[in-house]
């Protein structure tokens, strides 16, 4: 099949379980573009990865360069749109009707729903991102350090991604 066919299917049937963005899918998209393609190995992905979330802008920044790493402009193009579009529509028409349902017991019950089913794909997004960017045993002390220091503490997590570039540009990691 047609690369953009396949950025297009794909990202539009990713955007309609996308809840918060496409970090939660990105275990999806992980399996989607690096193991069933093989358009990237898994430490492309990631730093892709870093590279969208370090850049000013929505986090689908990632979509956008896969599509181009894909195909170009045309591929950063389709998959933007196929992943902005669906989901665009999709809130537009529901949040018309939910409103009209603000006190209805049922949308409570959606809402709690959602909560662990977004922190689940959040941790699995987690995961698969550390170990693709595992390189050792710094790097993996270093990660699980800064996941310890971001939720147990209020210490800035910018300061541990200084630790972690300078200890890459030390090449220890």
Do not use: K
């Amino acid at each position: 099949m047609n690369p953009l066919a396949t950025l297009a299917i794909s990202f539009t049937a990713l955007s309609l379980v996308a809840v918060g963005g496409v970090t939660p899918v990105l275990p999806e998209i992980h399996r989607i573009v690096v193991v069933r393609h093989h358009w990237l190995t898994s430490a492309q992905l990631t730093e892709l990865y870093a590279i969208s979330h370090a850049a000013p802008g929505p986090n689908m920044l990632l979509v956008a360069m896969i599509g181009f790493q894909v195909a170009g402009l045309p591929g950063a193009l389709v998959a933007t749109i196929a992943v902005c579009a669906p989901s665009c529509t999709l809130s537009y028409l529901v949040a018309r009707v939910w409103q009209r349902f603000r006190d209805a017991p049922w949308r409570r019950a959606v809402e709690v729903g959602l909560a662990p089913i977004t922190i689940g794909l959040m941790l699995s997004t987690g995961y698969l991102l550390a170990r693709g960017a595992y390189t050792g045993w710094v790097a993996a002390a270093l990660t699980g350090a800064t996941a310890a220091l971001v939720l147990w503490t209020r210490v800035n997590p910018l300061w541990l991604f200084a630790l972690g570039a300078l200890l890459g540009m030390a090449g220890l990691v």
